[in-house]
């Protein structure tokens, strides 16, 4: 919720911070897919998943959050990891879809999704902790190379 509320900042709708606030929002309900299965929402699931992913630009609808003018390092990665935890839910839908776990690991699937949604919650923090820091200015490391050269 509170990488959400950066959509309603000055640069909310940049498309870096759509990309990273829609893939932690994409991320987050995934995560929830077995919870809601189990009680029958798997049609309003898909439906509000695609709806979110539409009007964000997000993958599988569109990819106009990962198009920007400047490439540079910090946009390639983002994207390599989005499309990477992108194939990774799908390719988990699925598996889950067709193939039955065996009969001595039943939650198999549940605990793939709890791993992938881990580590893809754990990279989403420390983006989000890098954006507040540079956003500061507490992370301006030209401005500091500038101050030192000017203090000597």
């Not at 003018?69 to 910090?74: L, M, Q, S």
């Not at 989005?82 to 939650?107: C, N, Q, R, T």
């Not at 923090?125 to 000017?150: H, I, M, N, P």
Request: hydrophobic letters at 50%; aromatic letters at 14%; a positive charge.
């Amino acid at each position: 919720m509170p990488m959400t509320i950066l959509l309603a900042g000055k640069q909310g709708l940049n498309p870096s911070i759509r990309a990273w606030v829609g893939f932690a929002n994409l991320l987050g309900v995934w995560t929830m897919f077995p919870l809601l299965e189990r009680v029958d929402l798997r049609i309003p699931y898909f439906t509000l998943t695609l709806l979110w992913a539409y009007l964000l630009g997000l993958p599988p609808t569109s990819f106009s959050a990962y198009k920007q003018d400047g490439t540079n390092w910090a946009n390639i990665f983002t994207t390599v990891i989005h499309a990477v935890f992108y194939i990774l839910m799908g390719a988990w839908h699925a598996g889950e879809a067709f193939l039955v776990p065996s009969i001595d690991k039943p939650d198999l699937w549940v605990v793939i999704n709890v791993g992938i949604g881990a580590v893809g919650f754990g990279i989403c923090y420390l983006w989000c902790l890098w954006s507040l820091v540079t956003e500061a200015g507490l992370a301006d490391f030209s401005k500091a190379e500038k101050r030192k050269v000017k203090s000597q």
